[in-house]
């Protein structure tokens, strides 16, 4: 069985912070996305990472895929309020059919 | 239709009733999943369409669950006898083919079993 790991669970920072967060296994993902979540809806991908050592920028939002392929961070600068939401890592495994989702991040990000 | 629809949103059932949970996911979709959320946490994987073949179940919880898939496209996810740990927001998304890229998810429907 393939494990995420999120940390931190949950972050409260004041507006204009930086933050990161990170998801780990011990296992090898052919791929890795990070997803939002707002009160009430489904998560919203944010992006995918595919090699090792990628790096994607998303405006305010820099994701990086471990070399290994084993682990991802999502930093935020200049945290917003809109950025508040629960933050989801999900792995997929080499068919691809079903991602294994972190326990996510619940971020605050107060005015 | 433009994104995945789940019904009913919200859903009160008492303990041991039967409840059926649809999914309409994107057109053109081939792949469609099933995922549990409890208390705002990560989600659970339950079951997994593509196409014509057997779905993996290997997610589902107990022999009370159960979901169908007909003509390839609408789903329905159906809890037995439903217990008050089945109380979760049930989330349904669906890709254009098993992909390694994303899900398009519903809403969710909130389950709570009293």
């Known amino acids: 069985t393939q494990l995420l790991e999120q940390s931190p669970q949950f972050l409260s920072i004041q507006e204009g912070e930086n933050l990161t967060v990170y998801c780990n296994s011990s296992?090898?993902?052919?791929?890795l996305q990070w997803y939002r979540q707002e009160p009430g809806e489904g998560p919203v991908l944010l992006v995918t990472?595919?090699?090792?050592?990628e790096v994607k920028k998303l405006k305010r939002l820099t994701f990086q895929f471990g070399d290994a392929r084993k682990d991802s961070s999502l930093h935020i600068t200049a945290a917003q309020p809109g950025d508040t939401g629960l933050y989801l890592c999900?792995?997929?495994?080499?068919?691809?059919?079903?991602?294994?989702f972190g326990g996510g991040t619940r971020l605050m990000v107060k005015p | 239709g433009a994104g995945v629809s789940q019904s009913p949103s919200n859903k009160v059932t008492e303990k041991g009733k039967d409840v059926e949970l649809r999914c309409d996911p994107i057109?053109?979709?081939?792949?469609l999943y099933w995922y549990r959320q409890s208390l705002g946490q990560g989600l659970e994987f339950l079951i997994y369409?593509?196409?014509?073949?057997?779905?993996?179940k290997s997610g589902l919880p107990s022999d009370r669950f159960s979901a169908e898939r007909t003509g390839g496209s609408v789903s329905t996810l159906t809890i037995q006898r439903t217990q008050q740990e089945d109380s979760a927001v049930y989330l349904c998304?669906?890709?254009?083919?098993?992909?390694?890229?994303?899900?398009?998810f519903g809403s969710g429907t909130r389950l709570t079993v009293v």
């Open positions: 998304a669906s890709s254009l083919m098993p992909s390694p890229y994303g899900y398009t």
């Open positions: 296992s090898v993902f052919s791929s």
């Open positions: 990472v595919v090699t090792g050592g």
């Open positions: 999900a792995g997929a495994g080499n068919a691809g059919n079903m991602l294994t």
């Open positions: 057109s053109g979709h081939t792949a």
């Open positions: 369409f593509q196409g014509n073949s057997a779905p993996d």
